[in-house]
């Protein structure tokens, strides 16, 4: 449910700005409002599921993804919609950093790995599978339809949360430490937000602001996580080098995966001039090699090692986008799109998995909400900068090339020799 949320959007974008005559700010946060909700969230709420119990936060996740989803397919605006974003995605931040958790919390060992390796998979995997599922439905009904998509699965999770998962599962007897949570949230958001709007004109101030802001909870949080008696986030997991460097990976994996997937959806629409199920279904080559990948990753991690599972995904993705670079162009037929999906489904299908076992690997079980909360983190946090960094770049590069165009039209010279001349 999370992962499919965090997706459908993209494929919808073209047509979301022209129902509601969007600027490329607003369709930047909508595509980000999702991950925003999730990212700011899903720390403080690892943390409350740890201590109040990871089904009871399960449900109530669940239970509210229905009237998030509802309001954005009914969104009257797209401000509603990006709210209504941003709710979905906090949803999810109370449903999602419990499902890793609990697989901490049940399983050690290999059967851990194989199951990290499931979850993984299946995640990345169903996420761009999005994109096919509500390029389908766009063919059909209009763009409010792709934000439906996941009602029935609310409806399956809900029972099979109800019937199949513990009620509790070593959690933590500690008070949470609501503090730092509500700090988490500001340090997060803020930074999100301070990198969509850095190129809008007119909105320095609000930067500068939302940057404030970003330094400020910042430098609260990490005062507040050192001297707090049972801190949110423990600095000195934290601070262990199997913890921090699988962190920066899973961002920079995830991030890579969900950011291509942002601007690629509007290359291949709006560029190459593919209809939404072209553009949607061009994708699968990701999602296959993903899911076929991730079992040989969790074999590799329990043979070779973390660090050579790793590194091997690293190349792929490296590849990639020097693929991407050298490749894609306004004329680029779809082998060359396609093999670009090959590699990032093989690389994030490898690099996915030592990512997270890394993380679940080096904290206590009772602590599981806090490695949970940054495996998620690092997927959601990694996917709203990317997607927003890609977003402001993609906003530049509509500015220039307008401006280029406009410079060079016959129109604007006449009016330069009528205005030398007058």
């Not at 009257?76 to 919390?105: E, F, H, K, Q």
């Not at 979850?119 to 439906?148: C, H, K, N, Q």
Request: net charge positive.
């Amino acid at each position: 449910m999370a992962n499919l949320n965090l997706s459908v959007a993209n494929v919808a974008l073209p047509a979301i700005g022209k129902a509601f005559d969007s600027s490329q700010t607003t369709l930047n946060l909508i595509a980000v409002g999702y991950s925003l909700g999730l990212a700011a969230s899903v720390l403080y709420l690892g943390a409350v599921g740890d201590r109040h119990g990871r089904k009871l936060l399960l449900l109530l996740g669940i239970a509210l993804s229905v009237p998030a989803c509802l309001l954005a397919a009914f969104a009257p605006n797209d401000t509603v919609l990006a709210m209504a974003r941003i709710l979905g995605g906090l949803s999810a931040g109370m449903a999602y950093p419990t499902t890793l958790a609990l697989i901490t919390a049940l399983w050690a060992g290999p059967g851990r790995t194989k199951a990290i390796a499931l979850w993984s998979a299946l995640g990345g995997g169903i996420s761009m599978l999005g994109p096919v599922i509500a390029g389908a439905l766009l063919e059909r009904f209009y763009w409010g339809s792709v934000f439906l998509i996941t009602l029935p699965l609310a409806a399956v999770a809900l029972v099979m949360a109800l019937l199949f998962v513990p009620a509790h599962a070593n959690e933590s007897a500690e008070p949470v430490d609501n503090l730092g949570g509500v700090l988490s949230v500001l340090l997060i958001a803020g930074l999100v937000l301070a990198i969509n709007f850095a190129v809008v004109p007119g909105q320095g101030a609000l930067v500068v602001g939302l940057v404030v802001i970003t330094l400020a909870a910042g430098a609260a949080f990490f005062w507040r996580q050192r001297r707090a008696a049972n801190p949110l986030y423990d600095l000195h997991i934290a601070g262990r080098r199997t913890f921090w460097v699988a962190a920066c990976a899973g961002i920079i994996v995830y991030g890579s995966m969900m950011g291509s997937a942002f601007i690629s959806q509007q290359y291949l629409q709006n560029v190459l001039e593919y209809n939404p199920v072209e553009a949607g279904a061009a994708i699968l080559p990701l999602v296959v090699l993903m899911v076929l990948v991730a079992p040989r990753s969790a074999k590799l991690v329990e043979t070779r090692g973390a660090r050579t599972t790793l590194l091997t995904g690293y190349t792929f993705l490296f590849l990639a986008f020097g693929w991407m670079l050298l490749f894609w162009g306004e004329d680029s037929s779809y082998w060359q799109i396609g093999f670009a999906y090959v590699l990032i489904g093989i690389g994030a299908g490898f690099a996915g998995t030592p990512a997270s076992h890394s993380l679940t690997g080096s904290v206590p079980v009772r602590r599981a909400g806090m490695a949970s909360g940054t495996a998620d983190l690092q997927r959601d946090l990694g996917g709203a900068i990317m997607q927003s960094v890609m977003g402001v770049l993609l906003t530049a590069g509509y500015a220039s090339a307008f401006s280029a165009a406009i410079a060079t039209s016959p129109e604007s010279k006449d009016c330069r020799t009528r205005s030398r001349a007058s």
